[in-house]
């Protein structure tokens, strides 16, 4: 009957039923059985929730560790070790509450039954530390995206009915539309009972700096524009392409080495750690390239003298309408600068000033 | 056998369900049928299945799960429901089949994944036609005990239930009924292996 004063969500650690590891399933057949045993479960909602219980971590100071482990999966907003919490000799729990819940379901699904640092973890969603607000949004969450794949697929029934209305073409048409919002949303759920066997070809891990969109997105909006953006030249393009991906690769590692100072991890881009003046130079850089393509496009492999520096050839801003924005100004520049008036020239006299010490 | 159900186009994926749900049927060992369900279920938090699973009338499958004495049948259908309602067509088939008397009787199932499953079913298959039905009396009155609950899980769920899908009114009214000790039997866990029986009104 105590319900107002025990409402804070960091305390009161119980030990549910669900927080329990059940036994795996032996007796499935064979054909409905997934690449691994699981325990005869159904999922729903109200089983998941942004805040894992992680069980099973040795109890030798790894908190950071355990901490960038699984920023790797997605914002963290909070975290701290359950003390009160039953564990095991030398082991400590750990609650974690990410920011999203596709991202504590890709971390579950990734680190459950892991080994650290010489402990198995056991991790498991732990919907009794949400408030009335935090269910609500799962909630409401969960409808809008079940609404706006169904949505979808009779929109694309629809379309295809229009086209040919052959029944057989249904099959073609389901697959490609879920395949997106799949990513987009991060299922697991399918697999979980028994047909596992289904799910895992997925490549579910989202890349970290991605977080704030869903990752699917963010990895298109590299590749596409890219492209899109320097429609002169496809020739430089080839390897403006291939360049983001190298900056993100190189930004998951960092992010994941990096010592946890804060309670949340701020996926930054890779352009931000640039130093100052490389900035400006790879800049201007790019200017010149500009002026060069712009004026012979099958001279611009003369210029380039010694190995080219591995920097990202054009600033993303993250965004696609700022791409698109960007993408204008950068080309209305390369028009004036058609015209000589030599800018990079300009940039070379302020640039020393702030040496001119005494 | 081991193909990926991702690469499963849509009509192996209904064969495959369709193979499923025969199965289920024929399975004599309740062990097997336990099974099988929670397969479905688990299907049904897809929602690319949703339509066919529909087709293949696993909501009343479902439903019918939800009178067995196996407290497991009970909990894997009421969670398929859960599950399934969250789509538009299929909550309407649920209430068009009179599935919401079954899933309040859930609500007194003495296992807390069951009775969470069948609150959120119900705030999923809550119109404004079935607003009359769903959130009748007596369960008004079940969450509000609800929401005094120890377990936090079902605490907030009723919370949520009340705040969102009750009127004020109707909550003041369970509230004095409440006082008044006039109660119902809805949400009081059932002695094990009794079948559900309709609850009076208050």
Excluded at chain 1, 9 to 31: D, G, I, L, N
Excluded at chain 1, 307 to 332: F, V
Excluded at chain 2, 31 to 36: F, L, M, N, R, S
Excluded at chain 2, 106 to 111: E, G, K, Q, T
């Amino acid at each position: 009957m105590a319900s107002s004063e025990e409402c804070s969500v960091w305390k009161t650690p119980k030990v549910y039923k669900h927080h329990e590891q059940q036994s795996v399933c032996y007796t499935r057949p064979k054909y409905r059985e997934g690449r691994r045993l699981r325990a005869v479960k159904v999922y729903t909602i109200n089983l998941e929730s942004r805040f894992l219980l992680v069980q099973g971590v040795p109890a030798i100071g790894v908190m950071t560790e355990l901490i960038q482990l699984f920023a790797l999966y997605g914002v963290i907003e909070e975290y701290r070790v359950l003390d009160e919490y039953p564990a095991e000799q030398f082991t400590e729990v750990y609650l974690i509450k990410f920011q999203k819940l596709t991202s504590a379901r890709a971390a579950k699904r990734n680190t459950d039954e892991k080994s650290f640092y010489g402990g198995l973890l056991h991790v498991c969603y732990a919907p009794e530390y949400e408030t009335v607000e935090d269910t609500r949004q799962k909630l409401q969450d969960r409808r809008r995206y079940v609404n706006r794949v169904c949505q979808n697929k009779v929109k694309q029934i629809d379309l295809t009915n229009e086209k040919s209305i052959t029944p057989s073409c249904s099959n073609t048409l389901r697959a490609p539309i879920p395949q997106n919002e799949e990513e987009e949303y991060g299922y697991e759920h399918n697999g979980q009972n028994s047909n596992t066997s289904c799910y895992s070809g997925v490549p579910l891990l989202p890349l970290p700096p991605q977080e704030g969109h869903p990752p699917s997105k963010g990895a298109l909006r590299d590749r596409i524009f890219p492209a899109e953006d320097k429609m002169g030249s496809l020739h430089q393009f080839t390897d403006t392409r291939e360049q983001p991906t190298v900056c993100l690769k190189q930004d998951s590692f960092s992010h994941g080495n990096r010592p946890a100072s804060g309670k949340t991890f701020n996926p930054t881009p890779s352009v931000r750690f640039m130093p100052r003046p490389a900035h400006l130079e790879s800049r201007k850089r790019k200017m010149e390239d500009k002026e060069d393509t712009s004026l012979d496009v099958t001279d611009n492999i003369a210029p380039i003298i010694g190995p080219k520096l591995p920097e990202p050839p054009k600033i993303d801003m993250e965004d696609e309408s700022l791409n698109i924005t960007a993408n204008l100004i950068r080309n209305k520049i390369t028009k004036i600068a058609t015209v000589p008036e030599l800018k990079p020239a300009e940039k070379n006299t302020t640039t020393p000033k702030p040496r001119r010490r005494i | 056998m081991m193909a990926g159900r991702d690469g499963l186009s849509g009509s192996d994926r209904f064969a495959y369900l369709q193979g499923l749900v025969t199965e289920f049927q024929d399975a004599d060992s309740e062990e097997a049928k336990e099974q099988i369900l929670a397969n479905l279920a688990n299907f049904a938090y897809d929602p690319r299945n949703m339509e066919d699973l529909r087709t293949l009338q696993v909501t009343e499958l479902f439903l019918d799960m939800l009178t067995e004495e196996n407290q497991n049948l009970v909990e894997f259908g009421i969670g398929g429901l859960c599950n399934l309602s969250m789509d538009q067509e299929s909550r309407n088939q649920i209430v068009q089949t009179d599935g919401v008397p079954l899933v309040m009787g859930c609500l007194s199932s003495p296992r807390d994944e069951t009775v969470l499953s069948a609150i959120t079913t119900l705030m999923n298959l809550t119109t404004a036609t079935s607003h009359s039905q769903t959130t009748n009396g007596s369960v008004v009155l079940c969450m509000l005990r609800f929401s005094l609950s120890e377990n936090p899980r079902l605490r907030n769920l009723a919370s949520v239930f009340l705040q969102d899908y009750c009127t004020e009114e109707q909550v003041e009214k369970a509230r004095e009924h409440m006082q008044g000790h006039i109660q119902s039997a809805v949400g009081i866990p059932l002695p094990d292996n009794k079948p559900f029986l309709d609850s009076s009104q208050p």
